[in-house]
Each structure stands twice: as structure tokens, then as C-alpha cells.
């Protein structure tokens, strides 16, 4: 069966650093994808960044980017210059291609200090 | 803009209660999902369809039922509440089965006392 293991309840950190979140992942199927999503106080899910299983390099997305361990099944998010508005809950989630379900982790609440 | 509507953001219900939670999309997409949201738990995925009319059980199906009539629309039904499914309750779209991510409402805030 598919497994999201976010290990991180919650997370500190300062402004203007960087910070990585934790996804690690158990699938037995060799292809995959996998997101980021992000939800903020309001509630709604923002999609951030995917890799698909397949994919020779790190996807990217302006200040996100997928550290993507295939070997170790971990799919990090890392934020580079963390901004206040970064604030928020983040999933890490696992898709199957052409399977219809999409699993998610418990999340792991972010906090950007000043 | 895409666009996912959730009819109401925030609901509180008595148990034995019924429940309808409509969502609508814009976007012509072909699969819609419900999924639970619980603190330390995530989203749980209760149905999904991937067509009209078509629909489909997720992993905690008990309690709920769905309807999708029209290709926009996918409602989620609560015949008679419990206190168990007090929660956060989110709705979502996806273009088609081999495309990527979902797109998601904002989401129903549902307490049943």
C-alpha cells in the first residue's frame, strides 16, 4: 500500500533563511508522482511543486525545490528565503499515473519568524 | 481564474442531521474528489469520481454518500450526522486521470454537536 510520512509536526524558522520540510514515501509501483501543497490560514490548497518519479533532475519552482532521494524514497521541500507569508501548513502528497487517488501526509506546520 | 466553490465555508449541525455539500468547478474537468481533513491525520480521500454519474468509493467511504449529475457539480451527502464527522471537508478537481495536481475549494468546516 502507499504511505506519506511527514515527521515534522511543526517548524521554526527565520526569516529570510532557508528551511527544508521532510516527505519520505513507500510505494511499490516504479512510476509516481509527487507534489507539494501548501495551505495557509484561510484553508485553501495550494498546489507547489511536482516530480514525477521518472524526472533525471530536482523539479523547481522560483523559491521551492523538490529534493528528490529515489533511492532513500524522500522527497524533501525546500524554501529558500523564507518570507513571513510562508506561514503556513504544507502536504507532501503521492499520486500513481493512472490511478485516480492521491494520498497525503499529515503535514507539517510552518512558522517564518520575523 | 480556475475556480472551485464550495457552498458553505462554515456549518453546525445537530446529530441525526442531514448534511449537503455542494461543489462546483469551471474548469471542464473530468475527476472530482472529497477528502476529510483532521489535525495530525491530513486529507483521507471518502469518494471520488471520474465521470458524471460515475463515482467511486476512497478509503473512509462509511457515513457519506456523492452524487455528480452534471460534469461541475460533485456533492457530498450525510444522511444522518455524528459527532465523528465533525471536521474539515474539502473538495477538489482534476483535468483527467493522466494530468497533475488538484485543484481545491476552500473548504467546509463542518461541527456536529
Known amino acids: 500500500a502507499q504511505k506519506i ?3 515534522q509536526p511543526g517548524m521554526f524558522v527565520q526569516e529570510k533563511e532557508a528551511v527544508t520540510l521532510d516527505c519520505t514515501y513507500d510505494t511499490s509501483d516504479p512510476s ?15 498546489f507547489l511543486i ?3 518519479s521518472y524526472d533525471q533532475q530536482n523539479a523547481t519552482e522560483g523559491r521551492y525545490s523538490l529534493n528528490f532521494q529515489k533511492a532513500r524514497k524522500s522527497a524533501n521541500l525546500v524554501i529558500s528565503a523564507s518570507q513571513l507569508g510562508d506561514s503556513a ?6 499520486r500513481a499515473p493512472g490511478g485516480f ?4 501526509g499529515a503535514g507539517t ?6 | 481564474d480556475v475556480k472551485v466553490t464550495q457552498s458553505s465555508r462554515y456549518l453546525v449541525k445537530r446529530t441525526g ?7 462546483v468547478q469551471d474548469m471542464d474537468h473530468e475527476n472530482m474528489f472529497w ?9 483521507r480521500l471518502i469518494y471520488f469520481s471520474y465521470d458524471v454519474k460515475m463515482k467511486e468509493k476512497g478509503d473512509i467511504p462509511e457515513g457519506y454518500s456523492v452524487s455528480r449529475e452534471k460534469k461541475e457539480r460533485f456533492s457530498l451527502i450525510l444522511e444522518s450526522t455524528s459527532t465523528n464527522q465533525t471536521s474539515m471537508y474539502l473538495c477538489a478537481s482534476r483535468m483527467g486521470q493522466q494530468t497533475g495536481e488538484l485543484f481545491f475549494g476552500e473548504g467546509s468546516r463542518l461541527t456536529v454537536l
Open chain 1, 109 to 114: 506546520r510552518l512558522f517564518v519568524k520575523a
Open chain 2, 35 to 43: 477528502y476529510r481533513q483532521d489535525p495530525g491525520l491530513g486529507l
Open chain 1, 5 to 7: 510520512t511527514q515527521t
Open chain 2, 17 to 23: 442531521e442531514k448534511v449537503f455539500l455542494e461543489c
Open chain 1, 89 to 94: 501548513m504544507y502536504f507532501c502528497a503521492m
Open chain 1, 32 to 46: 509516481y508522482g509527487l507534489f507539494w501543497y501548501k495551505q495557509p490560514s484561510s484553508g485553501e490548497m495550494i
Open chain 1, 101 to 104: 487517488k492521491t494520498i497525503f
Open chain 1, 50 to 52: 511536482y516530480q514525477g
